[in-house]
T-cell receptor
Framework: DQQVKQNSPSLSVQEGRISILNCDYTNSMFDYFLWYKKYPAEGPTFLISISSIKDKNEDGRFTVFLNKSAKHLSLHIVPSQPGDSAVYFCAASALGGGSEKLVFGKGMKLTVNP | NAGVMQNPRHLVRRRGQEARLRCSPMKGHSHVYWYRQLPEEGLKFMVYLQKENIIDESGMPKERFSAEFPKEGPSILRIQQVVRGDSAAYFC?????????FGQGTRLTVV
């Protein structure tokens, strides 16, 4: 029962272009969403989050969009840089429902080519 | 995430031995999560603990696995009688209400 889905395992983009990473969820109780970035042999690092009361949150080159009716969120990175190459995990939690545990997708490997 | 300390970073155990993984959360954090990442898989939730209390262990295998977070000292994830399928990276995170900070993980290899 995969409640958070990242259907594309990998994405390759050119430096300077936009990277769009997608994530779908099935649990309507989720009300807080996060993106994490992970390099090999390291723990995930928090990137950006969004509450369900918003539909967009921006932090520098990173923007997360949330479409509640479609149960879909996306992470936009623009412009993409080679250092952005990593595995990106989408995560969700149901803070309002009292469950703070994060449910993760399987991840997507982003490669940014110079 | 440098504040969450996990040790050891690498652990090798023979089948049937016990594995103990330790996690010290960030200062001031009283909640700890354990996640497991199997090869080619994402991060799978195992257990969520508060000091001296297990809040959610719905992701823990029913046998051989246990976790604790005592009043003093680190959180411990204990795997008894390890099997090859337990080989994975185990990540600990400590959290505020809305953000989890991860440690660098313990890579367990069962031979």
């Amino acid at each position: 029962d995969q409640q958070v889905k990242q259907n594309s395992p990998s994405l390759s983009v050119q430096e300077g272009r936009i990277s769009i990473l997608n994530c779908d969820y099935t649990n309507s109780m989720f009300d807080y969403f996060l993106w994490y970035k992970k390099y090999p042999a390291e723990g995930p690092t928090f990137l950006i989050s969004i509450s369900s009361i918003k539909d967009k949150n921006e932090d520098g080159r990173f923007t997360v969009f949330l479409n509640k009716s479609a149960k879909h969120l996306s992470l936009h990175i623009v412009p993409s840089q080679p250092g952005d190459s990593a595995v990106y995990f989408c995560a969700a939690s149901a803070l309002g429902g009292g469950s703070e545990k994060l449910v993760f997708g399987k991840g997507m490997k982003l490669t940014v080519n110079p | 995430n440098a504040g969450v300390m996990q040790n050891p970073r690498h652990l090798v155990r023979r089948r049937g031995q016990e594995a103990r993984l330790r996690c010290s959360p960030m200062k001031g954090h009283s909640h700890v999560y354990w996640y497991r990442q199997l090869p080619e898989e994402g991060l799978k939730f195992m257990v969520y603990l508060q000091k001296e209390n297990i809040i959610d262990e719905s992701g823990m295998p029913k046998e051989r696995f246990s976790a604790e977070f005592p009043k003093e000292g680190p959180s411990i994830l204990r795997i008894q009688q390890v099997v090859r399928g337990d080989s994975a990276a185990y990540f600990c995170a400590s959290s505020t209400r809305a953000e989890a900070f991860f440690g660098q993980g313990t890579r367990l290899t069962v031979v």
